[in-house]
């Protein structure tokens, strides 16, 4: 009787901590999932944002979204890629296996990939020497970008067209007024 | 008494005009090469548009003009401040049809800002310039640092005693060579031999640093022609900052440095006379001026703290000083930290070393090193004489390539033409303040405009009143010239409108 009752309480007391157990991974599943909610609905920040409220964000992790401009330059395992969200262009350090998502760098030619990155912004980078950058931790493509075909412009051909022509009439002029 | 130009006066300033306007136009088809190689049409025919609008002007000047004659001090003087308006409004016809600036008054703010090699724009959209039109921006730098006259002194003139006119006017008081035609070529050989070395190492900077070779390259000639002439365009909206690279601010740093000082230095340190460098009045002085401007602004950088560590304060606050005391304006941090985090002492050390600038003949502007070493050469035998016995025989010389005893007409220009500087900071401070600007700010922007620099701390805009881009046009053109041919302009229509004939 005796060891019956000592072997149910030594059970009730397993399925305590199981429980315990239970919550604890439960609450700590809820916690991740919440913050990856809220970092995935974080307030995008602007640039204008970033360097006028710098002080104020340095060190945050934030979410800038831009369109990749220039190069990708990179940098043994990492890159630097500068995304422009139309205001100014930010300087985004990142691990080169994120780089290697951008297909389209926006210059003359390209419009070049809208990315989101999350990390974490630096009003003055200890790393690279005082730089206002962000260092991404997550990097998404939101819109995929592509070539700028050229269009050959009427107006300005026809512009050069005629005033060719003058130049060639003044030098047809100047040969007659020399013979 | 004031007397009337008469119609020969304007007929030969037009003849000399119609010159430049004709170099101008050829500069303008490099462009149109690189625009047809990279395969980009509408942009190769605004070049072509503005190439041949302006070559028909230039001819026209010449033929309608015609003359034998040659200019005169006042004549020379005019044409060199009309050829800068008359270039600043040419120059803007490509930029304008590329469709990257607001305004046609924008356009002639960058073209005016390119070609005094200050670097302050209103560009919008820079990310996806074409590289034509970039290489123009840039190009405009390279012939306004050499000066557009001693193009077309290099092109068209051979031998003229008005081309010595001419090049006075342009600020650049010191020949190379007795003749100014070859002082002009000996310019343009330096400026290209450097362009070719300065593309190659930022060309070989870029690539190491992740570039692709062709942008490597491309960026390399134009931050190296924005550099040498100390501009300070860029062909990223980022500026500097664009390239997150240590080596490449080493490097322009250097091109910075080269291109503050004196071409006659360069002369004798290319003819193996380099102790010149340790013993020259203006490279002593632009010494002594960085050292105490970057211990002004490293101490107000401490205090403001944004830059905790010595190496990370030494790399921002050194490379904006020497930026801004080379007269080149190359920025590696956004032009609203400088309000924002720099606190106003090290704004001040900034302004101060802006105020100074470089070597006369380099392609800098502001009040420049040889003056200010002369002014302090004039109070150290100022104050020596009062210190003296009555009886002592107090003098004071400098060297600059000669040893030279200081004499008060050196003096007196060298105070003359400081004291017409201050005058244009102060100008420009007064409208940026009547337009609500703090007064820090006012100064710094003001500062940049008239001494070339192109440091901006946020005032330039696009949006910013019409009055003020005028004012800081004025300032970047008076500043270039160093006041004399545009004093002598002004006092041209003066002539014109109240003069007796």
């Avoid at chain 2, 002594?288 to 205090?303: D, P, Y």
């Amino acid at each position: 009787m005796m060891y019956k009752l000592v072997a149910r309480s030594s059970e009730l007391i397993v399925k305590k901590q199981k429980t315990k157990k239970a919550a604890l991974v439960f609450s700590l599943i809820i916690f991740i999932s919440v913050s990856a909610l809220k970092a995935s609905f974080a307030q995008v920040v602007s640039s204008t944002e970033l360097i006028n409220k710098a002080k104020e964000l340095d060190g945050k992790t934030i979410v800038y979204q831009g369109e990749v401009i220039g190069d990708v330059m990179k940098r043994g395992n990492f890159a630097w890629v500068n995304a422009n969200d139309g205001q100014n262009a930010i300087g985004i350090w990142m691990d080169y296996s994120l780089a290697k998502e951008i297909a389209y760098m926006g210059s003359y030619k390209f419009i070049g990939d809208v990315i989101e990155v999350s990390g974490i912004f630096n009003r003055a980078c200890p790393e690279h020497g005082g730089d206002l950058d962000i260092h991404a931790q997550t990097l998404r493509k939101i819109e995929s970008g592509r070539p700028v075909p050229e269009k050959l412009t009427r107006a300005k051909r026809n512009t050069t067209l005629i005033l060719i022509g003058i130049l060639g009439l003044l030098w047809i002029l100047y040969q007659l007024r020399r013979k | 008494m004031v007397l009337k130009p008469r119609l020969e006066d304007i007929k030969i300033i037009a003849f000399y005009l119609g010159k430049i306007i004709i170099g101008l136009s050829l500069t303008m088809l490099v462009p149109v090469i690189f625009g047809l190689a990279f395969g980009e049409i509408n942009p190769s025919l605004d070049f072509l548009i503005s190439f041949a609008f302006t070559l028909i002007l230039g001819l026209g000047l010449t033929k309608i003009c015609f003359t034998e004659k040659d200019l005169n001090w006042m004549q020379g003087m005019i044409v060199v401040s009309l050829s800068w308006l008359v270039a600043m409004i040419l120059s803007a016809i490509p930029l304008y049809l590329s469709g990257h600036w607001k305004s046609y008054l924008d356009t002639c703010f960058d073209t005016m800002s390119g070609f005094a090699t200050t670097g302050l724009t209103l560009v919008q959209n820079l990310d996806h310039m074409s590289y034509a039109h970039n290489l123009w921006r840039h190009l405009i730098m390279f012939i306004g640092g050499q000066g557009i006259v001693v193009v077309a002194l290099s092109l068209f003139v051979r031998g003229a005693s008005g081309a010595f006119k001419m090049y006075v006017g342009e600020a650049r008081d010191e020949r190379i060579f007795p003749n100014v035609v070859s002082t002009a070529r000996f310019i343009w050989l330096v400026s290209i031999v450097y362009l070719i070395l300065g593309t190659l190492a930022l060309g070989i900077v870029g690539i190491l640093n992740g570039m692709r070779w062709v942008n490597a390259f491309f960026h390399g000639a134009c931050i190296f022609m924005a550099a040498f002439d100390t501009g300070g365009f860029s062909p990223q909206s980022q500026n500097i900052l664009y390239y997150h690279s240590l080596s490449y601010e080493i490097v322009t740093i250097v091109i910075m440095i080269l291109g503050a000082i004196n071409f006659k230095l360069h002369y004798h340190i290319w003819m193996g006379n380099r102790k010149e460098v340790m013993r020259n009045i203006e490279t002593v002085t632009l010494f002594i001026t960085i050292m105490v401007t970057f211990f002004i602004t490293a101490v107000g950088l401490a205090q403001a703290g944004i830059y905790p560590g010595a190496l990370m304060l030494l790399r921002k606050g050194f490379y904006q000083l020497v930026s801004g005391h080379t007269g080149t304006g190359y920025q590696t941090i956004y032009a609203n930290q400088f309000p924002n985090e720099w606190n106003p002492l090290s704004m001040v050390g900034v302004i101060c070393a802006m105020a100074l600038g470089g070597a006369v003949c380099s392609t800098t502007g502001a009040i420049k090193m040889l003056r200010i070493g002369i002014i302090f050469k004039a109070m150290k035998e100022d104050i020596k004489r009062i210190i003296m016995p009555e009886r002592a025989i107090v003098v004071q010389k400098f060297h600059h390539i000669k040893t030279f005893f200081l004499e008060d007409k050196q003096a007196r220009s060298a105070l003359i033409i400081t004291f017409c500087y201050l005058v244009l900071y102060g100008l420009g401070s007064l409208v940026g303040m009547f337009y609500g600007h703090p007064f820090l700010e006012s100064l710094f922007e003001s500062t940049s405009a008239a001494a070339n620099v192109g440091l901006s701390c946020g005032l330039t805009t696009p949006g910013m009143p019409s009055a003020l881009k005028l004012t800081y046009i004025f300032q970047m053109w008076a500043g270039r010239l160093e006041f004399m041919s545009v004093f002598t302009l002004i006092g041209f229509f003066i002539a014109v409108v109240k003069g007796k004939k």
